[in-house]
C-alpha cells in the first residue's frame, strides 16, 4: 500500500513537472533582462563605491570596472561618450557614479551602465549637480525639440559676463574680425560668487525685454568647480530655458560641462569658439559672393555668345539679304499650287461627267420611249396604264401613245389569251 502511494506521488510530481513551459537559456536570459530593466527604480540610480579591477578597451575607449564596497559588488561598463568630464578612474579610486541597472543577456549578467561619474570627494555639489540634472531632462528642457535655431545674419549680439577678463574682449575680436559691423551689447554681471546668480538671470531677462537683439552669449573662463558652480544653478537654467532669444553657452574650457550648456540652445567649446558660431564669417560670404558672380558673369557671356551667332545667322541668311525672294518663292510655290488645283479639279470633274453619262445611257436604256420606238404602244385609261385585258371592258375609251403621238379608242370586243399555266388548269378541267 505504502508503495504504492510513493507511485502516485511521483507520478503526480513528473506531471506538474511536464506541465511547465521549458526554456531555452536565450530565453531565460531575455525574461531576466527584461523584467529587470522594466523596474523604473532601476533606470537611474547614483551609487557610490571603489572601483576595482579597472580595464580599459583601447580600440574603443570604453571602461569596465567592478564598484565595491565592504560586502558586495557590481560590474560597470562606462562608454567612452558618457565620460563628460574626461576622468581617467583607477584601481582604489572612490567615486559616484549615476546610471541605469541593464543585464548583459550574453552572460546573464547584471552591470550597471554608468552615464556619469565624479570621484567622490566632489560630495554634494556633484550630487545636486546630478539631481538638478536629472530634473530638467525628464521635464524635457534638454530636448533638441525645444532650441532655438541661430539667425544666419544678426544685427546685434548681446554677451552676458564679467567686463573683466579676456572673455568679452575674446568675443568682440573674433566678431569684428569675421563680420565688423555687428553690434555687441554687454550686461556686465557676475561670474562668480554670491551675486553670480542674480546678475546672469537679470541680464538674460534684459536683453529679452531689449527689440533688436538676436542672439544671447552667457559666457566666463575656465575655472575648477566650483567657481562653475553658479553654472549649474536651476534658477539660472530655467531662465535660460525661458528666453525667447536664442542663447549661447560658452563656459569654462571644452573639457567643462554645465547645466547651462545643457539648456541653451547652443554650446560653444570657449567663449571664442561662441563668437564664431554666432557670427558669419565676412571673408567667408564674399568669397562665396565672387563665385555666384562669376557663375552669374559666364552664364551671360554664354548667353549673350550664344544670341550673337543665331543673330550672324540671321544676318548672313539670304532671305534676309534679299526679303524679295522669300516673296518670289512664295509666289512660285502659290502658282504651282493653284495649277496643280486646276488639274485636279479638271480631273474630278471629268471623271464625275463620265459616270453621270453612263448613268444616263443606262436610264436610257431602260426608258419607255425607247420601246416605242421599237414600235410598241403604250395604253392608258383614265392617265393609268393598262397591263391586262382585265383591266379594261367593253366601250371603254382609252388612249394610245405611240413614239410620234396619241390615238384615242373605243373597246368592242376583249379577248385574253390563255397562258400556259391557264391553259394546263383548263386542261385539267377538262380531264376531270
Known amino acids: 500500500m505504502a508503495q504504492k502511494l510513493r507511485t502516485m506521488k511521483m507520478n503526480t510530481s513528473l506531471e506538474r513537472f511536464f506541465a511547465l513551459k521549458i526554456y531555452s537559456v536565450s530565453e531565460l536570459n531575455f525574461i531576466i533582462k527584461k523584467t529587470i530593466e522594466d523596474e523604473d527604480k532601476l533606470l537611474n540610480v547614483i551609487v557610490k563605491g571603489e572601483i576595482s579591477d579597472c580595464k580599459y578597451h583601447e580600440p574603443s575607449g570604453h571602461l569596465y570596472f567592478t564598484l565595491k564596497d565592504e560586502s558586495s559588488r557590481i560590474r560597470c561598463v562606462l562608454f567612452r561618450r558618457n565620460n563628460l568630464l574626461k576622468l581617467k578612474p583607477e584601481t582604489g579610486m572612490k567615486v559616484i557614479v549615476q546610471g541605469s541597472i541593464q543585464v548583459y543577456q550574453q552572460r546573464s549578467e547584471v552591470q550597471l551602465v554608468v552615464s556619469e561619474i565624479q570621484p567622490e570627494g566632489l560630495g554634494v555639489q556633484y550630487l545636486m549637480f546630478l539631481q538638478i540634472k536629472e530634473k530638467l531632462q525628464k521635464e524635457g528642457l534638454f530636448d533638441e525639440s525645444r532650441k532655438k535655431k541661430l539667425p544666419e545674419f544678426p544685427n546685434c549680439i548681446g554677451v552676458v559676463t564679467s567686463p573683466q577678463g579676456a572673455v568679452f574682449h575674446d568675443i568682440i575680436k573674433v566678431t569684428k574680425r569675421r563680420f565688423p559691423k555687428i553690434d555687441i551689447i554687454l550686461y556686465p554681471a557676475h561670474v562668480q560668487g554670491e551675486y553670480a546668480e542674480d546678475e546672469l538671470c537679470k541680464g538674460i531677462e534684459v536683453f529679452n525685454r531689449i527689440k533688436g537683439i538676436d542672439i544671447i552669449i552667457i559666457a566666463r573662463g575656465g575655472g575648477s568647480n566650483e567657481e562653475l558652480l553658479v553654472f549649474n544653478s536651476e534658477r539660472l537654467a530655467r531662465t535660460i530655458a525661458s528666453s525667447r ?93 493653284y495649277s496643280r488645283l486646276v488639274l485636279s479639279a479638271k480631273r474630278y470633274i471629268e471623271e464625275k461627267n463620265n459616270r453621270l453619262d453612263s448613268k444616263i445611257d443606262m436610264l ?69
Open 245 to 337: 532669444i536664442p542663447i549661447i553657452s560658452a563656459v569654462g574650457h571644452e573639457t567643462d560641462y554645465t547645466i547651462a550648456d545643457f539648456v541653451a540652445d547652443v554650446r560653444a567649446p570657449t567663449p571664442s569658439a561662441a563668437a564664431e558660431l554666432a557670427v558669419p564669417d565676412k571673408e567667408k560670404f564674399m568669397q562665396e559672393i565672387d563665385m555666384i558672380e562669376k557663375r552669374i558673369i559666364k552664364a551671360w557671356k554664354t548667353k549673350i555668345n550664344f544670341e550673337m551667332k543665331r543673330l550672324e545667322n540671321i544676318l548672313s541668311c539670304k532671305y534676309f539679304k534679299m526679303p524679295s525672294k522669300i516673296y518670289e518663292e512664295k509666289i512660285q510655290n502659290l502658282d504651282d499650287l
Open 364 to 432: 436610257n436604256a431602260l426608258s419607255p420611249s425607247r420601246i416605242i420606238e421599237r414600235g410598241y404602244t403604250i395604253v392608258t385609261k383614265n392617265g393609268k396604264i393598262i397591263r391586262s385585258v382585265d383591266e379594261i371592258e367593253i366601250n371603254d375609251f382609252l388612249i394610245l401613245k405611240f413614239k410620234d403621238g396619241f390615238a384615242s379608242v373605243r373597246v368592242e370586243n376583249t379577248n385574253k389569251e390563255n397562258t400556259n399555266k391557264e391553259k394546263e388548269k383548263e386542261d385539267e378541267r377538262e380531264r376531270k
